[in-house]
């Protein structure tokens, strides 16, 4: 079977950077997979899921999306960005509803998909509140809603559950695998959070900084559902510490990078 | 209305109206106590008996009502000019680049400096007026909407395009609404710009009737309290509109796109 | 108590910054009755020929020993308010803003002298079929401004052929209208007819735009109504009476000159004008526009009174004009 995505060779290197984002990366993501991309600020996992999201241009190299070369956003992606991203002023019935609009979808056609997507997340119950009336895990459960609602067949995750405090963030990695196992997308998760990666993927692409490129690939056979506190996962997260702390040499980088991994990954 | 409701309402006004009535009793103070020469100030009593007669004999309702509705139409056609403008400007890089620096220079340019151009194209009548009341609307308001246009969120315009919408449907759906809590302040700006624009225009065409043409003729047969009144007039019904229009708008806006928080 | 300490002293300022507000209103104006200079000022009109030839000439020297210094200004109130805010001491003035002066600051002024007679004229589009005073019934006037010479003539006119105007319930628009704008006006139909000073009077009618309505042309004529008048203020007229005799000297040879050869006067006009807007009026214009006007020291007796009696009928006065204040005082 073809690939859902295959990342082949993508670099970047932005303007008035000395080192690049990004040096040649390639990777494939079969359909159905969940595959994270994990590690500290400014090794380019960011800019790698903006590539596939179509939303930043390669400098080199080239991505392919169900077989289709990536020139732009759309065909079978949908994105959940770290904030939410929520359009203020809909209600979070029309916020889902957005994307099958842009889309021309008839508007009873709609209707039921919305009323689907929002019972998946839990959210049918305030279907016509605003997003300023919810709660921060409210808002991203609705912006993966808005996700769903289009049916992706490659769903891409940009920090999703960065922002949230750490009960709520526990809450949504168990109810996004839950959800993952109903739907079935193949998934690019980004995440700095070692543990959160682990728990959630097939694979794991661990990425360095200076310049951005993946040091390590995981396969993680863990059978599902999956506990957060389960020993094995402990085990991949210690060696993943190990080692970014063995790629790091820059005295001052190794101390920024270890204080902000060993951080949010414990 | 409750007791508690009566109190608040109280403070509310006393919250307000402590600067105005302190200025209003420094007027009384200063004219009753025979420092201000009565031809340069006259009393309040003096201005609220002018204005008392302006409405009764000259019908100052009358000119009141002719230049709302003159600045209320100007404004509207202002506004609207304004945003559509704007939004095309904001919409292309080319199209920016060119009407942006034209309209930063016009908006140096004092509006009434066109009204001898205006009288010469629509004739000297209330027409001339009104366009320039919707020129002197327009300017701030184009600048406004596509100062708004690049102050919308990255992230919304990604998870927009991300979701597939383009073009036309982008800009109705997401660029608009997005610059609206903007659009407020524009709003408020460019009334107080139709304002200017509309007050000028009116004291040199003075055919019709208006607020500008009483400033006018009070200026011209020396009668400062008339003058005086008419600054009122204008100064109360500037005060109405903010308190029972923009502040209400603002505070539906910023509540309703999140911008307060939940208050 | 921090905060309310606070709000004490922002409203200590307040009262502080109005006060000297207030000391500022009041406080300028009171001269010293000393001066070391005249102030003096005048329209750039060109009824107001003797003054710009004068201030030229017969005043340059200064008045009794006192140089003049000399302020063109636009229009009639900004000089009043000058001259009743200390700025002027004296000026030539129309008699509609001297009679508005008398009637809401009365005693500040002395009126002087006259300067010019006429230099107005009720001036008709051709096809408004106006012929007559008494045709003006119906239609639109321009005048340039509310209570000024050509308004307050205007109401005359109207009253002694049995008309009124609309704001008094009558059936006469009296429209005021810029005399910059005033081609604008006529063109686009706003008004029929105008009572327009000198010399815009001469060049709509070069243009063959207007007509000349000759009975009203008479009947101005009859009135003698003054275009403009020399006034001083009282204080400056009780300080410096020799300066005032000076003036009036230097006025009566400047009007004398005048009178005697209008080619100067239009000259002098038209490089006044060129020096403030880079543009000059034609020279024929300008001759007709003189012919139209006489200068003048005499006011011709009840004159003044008529402008009074018309400002009053308007409903343009705050409380009465002094009877004496219309009667010209030079010494």
New interface residues.
């Given amino acids: 079977m073809a690939p859902a995505l295959r990342v082949n060779a993508v670099s970047k290197t932005y303007a008035r950077s000395e080192s690049p984002a990004l040096t040649p990366t390639s990777f494939d993501v079969e359909p159905g997979q969940f595959v994270s991309l994990v590690g500290p600020s400014g090794c380019g996992k960011s800019t790698l899921l903006g590539m596939i999201a179509g939303l930043i241009t390669p400098d080199e190299g080239s991505i392919e999306a169900l077989g289709e070369l990536v020139t732009g956003p759309g065909n079978g992606r949908a994105i959940v960005f770290q904030d939410a991203a929520l359009f203020p002023w809909l209600t979070l019935e029309r916020n889902v509803e957005y994307g099958l609009r842009a889309h021309g979808m008839p508007k009873a056609e709609r209707r039921e998909k919305v009323a689907h997507a929002l019972r998946m997340v839990h959210l049918d119950h305030v279907a016509d509140k605003h997003p300023y009336e919810l709660s921060g895990g409210m808002r991203q459960r609705a912006s993966i809603a808005r996700a769903l609602v289009l049916d992706p067949e490659i769903l891409l995750m940009d920090e999703p559950f960065s922002a949230l405090d750490a009960q709520t963030r526990t809450l949504l990695q168990d109810e996004l695998q839950r959800i993952w196992l109903e739907t079935r997308p193949a998934v690019v998760f980004v995440t700095h959070n070692l543990i959160e990666a682990a728990f959630l993927s097939d694979t794991v692409h661990l990425l360095s900084s200076s310049p951005g490129r993946v040091v390590k690939t995981y396969d993680i056979g863990i059978p599902r559902p999956r506990d957060e506190a389960d020993p094995a996962l402990l085990d991949i997260r210690h060696d993943m510490l190990e080692r970014l702390r063995a790629e790091v040499d820059d005295a001052a980088l190794r101390r920024a990078e270890f204080a902000e991994v060993t951080e949010v990954g414990a | 209305m409750s007791a508690d409701r009566l109190k608040s309402v109280c403070w509310d006004i006393v919250r307000k109206g402590w600067l105005l009535a302190l200025l209003m009793f420094l007027w009384w103070l200063v004219t009753a106590a025979g420092w201000a020469d009565p031809y340069k100030l006259p009393s309040p009593g003096h201005v609220l008996s002018t204005l008392g007669n302006l409405f009764t004999e000259r019908a100052l309702l009358d000119d009141l009502g002719a230049t709302l509705l003159r600045l209320v139409e100007g404004w509207a056609i202002g506004v609207t000019a304004g945003v559509l403008l704007g939004l095309i400007t904001g919409g292309s890089r080319f199209l920016e680049d060119g009407i942006r620096p034209v309209i930063a220079g016009l908006q140096a340019v004092p509006t009434i400096a066109f009204l001898p151009l205006a009288i010469l194209w629509f004739g000297f009548n209330g027409t001339a007026v009104l366009v320039i009341t919707a020129f002197g609307t327009f300017k701030p308001m184009a600048i406004s909407t596509y100062s708004a246009m690049h102050q919308v969120s990255p992230t919304l315009m990604m998870a927009g395009r991300a979701m597939g919408a383009r073009g036309l449907f982008l800009q109705r759906t997401l660029v608009f609404p997005a610059i609206v809590p903007n659009l407020v302040t524009g709003l408020k700006l460019s009334w107080s710009f139709a304002w200017r624009a509309l007050m000028a225009a009116e004291i040199v065409v003075t055919g019709a009737q208006g607020l500008g043409g009483v400033l006018e003729l009070g200026r011209e047969i020396g009668a400062i309290d008339v003058v005086i009144a008419v600054i009122l007039v204008i100064l109360v019904v500037g005060i109405v509109t903010e308190q029972l229009f923009f502040t209400r708008l603002e505070r539906w806006v910023n509540r309703r796109w999140g911008l307060t928080g939940a208050r | 108590m921090r905060a309310r300490a606070r709000a004490l002293g922002v409203?200590m300022a307040?009262?502080v910054v109005?006060?000297g507000g207030?000391?500022l209103?009041?406080g300028c104006?009171g001269g010293t009755g000393s001066y070391d200079s005249v102030q003096m000022g005048f329209l750039l009109n060109l009824t107001h020929g003797p003054a710009i030839i004068g201030l030229q000439k017969e005043s340059s020297d200064g008045l009794a020993g006192l140089p003049v210094d000399e302020h063109p200004f636009q229009?009639g109130?900004e000089e009043?308010?000058a001259l009743?805010?200390g700025s002027l001491d004296a000026a030539y003035v129309g008699p509609g803003?001297y009679v508005?002066?008398e009637s809401?600051?009365p005693g500040?002024l002395r009126l002087l002298a006259g300067v010019v007679t006429g230099g107005q004229r009720l001036v008709a589009t051709p096809s408004s079929g106006i012929r007559t005073i008494a045709d003006l019934a119906g239609k639109?006037v321009a005048v340039p401004?509310?209570?000024?010479t050509q308004d307050l003539t205007l109401r005359l006119l109207l009253e002694s052929a049995g008309l009124k105007g609309d704001d008094h319930g009558g059936t006469v628009g009296i429209?005021?209208?810029?005399n910059?704008?005033l081609g604008?006006?006529i063109d686009?139909g706003?008004?029929d007819a105008a009572l327009a000073p000198e010399p815009y009077a001469a060049k709509l009618i070069a243009t063959g735009v207007v007509v000349p309505v000759a009975p009203a042309d008479r009947q101005i004529a009859r009135w003698r109504i003054p275009a403009t008048v020399l006034v001083v203020t009282e204080e400056f007229a009780t300080a410096e009476p020799a300066a005032v005799r000076a003036l009036v000297a230097a006025n009566a040879r400047a009007v004398a000159r005048a009178q005697a050869n209008p080619a100067v006067v239009a000259k002098a006009f038209n490089d006044l004008i060129a020096e403030t807007t880079g543009k000059t009026m034609d020279g024929k214009v300008l001759m007709a526009a003189l012919a139209n006007m006489t200068a003048t020291t005499d006011i011709a007796p009840g004159s003044m009174q008529l402008m009074v009696d018309a400002a009053d009928a308007a409903?343009?006065l705050?409380g009465p004009v002094p009877p004496g204040s219309m009667v010209p005082r030079p010494g």
């Fill in positions: 409203l307040v009262v109005a006060l207030a000391v209103v009041t104006g229009t109130p009043i308010s009743l805010g803003p508005m002066a809401r600051a500040r639109n401004a509310h209570g000024n429209v005021p209208v810029k910059a704008a604008d006006a686009g706003v008004v409903g343009y705050a």
